[in-house]
């Protein structure tokens, strides 16, 4: 029996056609044993697509409207780069309704997403992380203040957005106030971090049924 898959992809954040663009690569390419749908998360609604058909769909169930059926989904892929997706909120509304989904959790997804507290979080287990200043906004600073505990260059990043989107490199004092504004309107808050000079390399860990873990192949960002 064919099982029905929702991708949910869109999001509020500035990658929304990333993210469209990902989950419809996604669908083409997915077991034929499911029925693929997008869920397409916006500001403004949140409807199906499949193929070129627009759909109705129902938040209270996670359901769609598709001619006179209403189809309940059974397995979540959430594709959503940044807000509501990274940070776990999707997750969090399909555990309500005991749907699985493949994505991390979300305590790993809301922790991880975050740039300052997951760099407080690994502070805790001894890791190095840069030296940083959290604002929030609407939060009063003093610029000088900030640059005298970091020093320049400085890397002013939005805490809760995806990508590179709002992060700006600060290398001088002038340069600070705007690219706060940039990151500001990506989040609700920043992180100030120092400059790190080295390289930096992504190391992708997965789980295999909760049997055990496997890591990739280390790779230069």
């Not at 669908?27 to 109705?56: C, G, H, M, R, T």
């Not at 979540?76 to 509501?84: A, F, K």
């Not at 203040?145 to 995806?162: A, M, N, R, W």
Request: one cysteine or more; a neutral charge; proline letters at 3%.
């Amino acid at each position: 029996m064919t099982k029905t898959l929702g991708i949910f992809c869109g999001g509020f954040s500035s990658e929304f056609e990333i993210s469209m663009k990902s989950a419809r690569n996604i669908a083409k390419n997915f077991p034929s044993e499911y029925k693929a749908y997008l869920i397409v998360v916006s500001n403004s609604d949140w409807y199906a697509l499949y193929n070129q058909d627009n759909l109705k769909f129902f938040r209270e169930d996670l359901s769609i409207q598709q001619g006179s059926e209403r189809i309940r989904i059974d397995l979540g892929l959430v594709y959503i780069h940044g807000e509501p997706g990274e940070n776990g909120k999707i997750q969090a509304l399909l555990d309500l309704h005991k749907i699985p989904y493949l994505n991390s959790g979300v305590l790993a997804s809301s922790l991880s997403f975050d740039k300052w507290y997951c760099n407080q979080f690994l502070k805790t287990f001894g890791f190095k992380v840069a030296s940083s200043v959290r604002l929030i906004r609407e939060q009063k600073y003093n610029a000088s203040e900030i640059l005298e505990k970091l020093g320049l260059p400085v890397f002013v990043k939005p805490c809760d957005s995806g990508s590179s989107y709002g992060i700006s490199k600060v290398n001088t004092s002038e340069e600070l106030d705007p690219a706060i504004n940039v990151a500001f309107s990506e989040g609700y808050s920043l992180v100030i971090e120092s400059f790190l000079k080295g390289v930096e390399v992504t190391c992708g860990v997965y789980r295999n049924n909760n049997e055990c873990e496997r890591n990739l192949r280390i790779t230069k960002s």
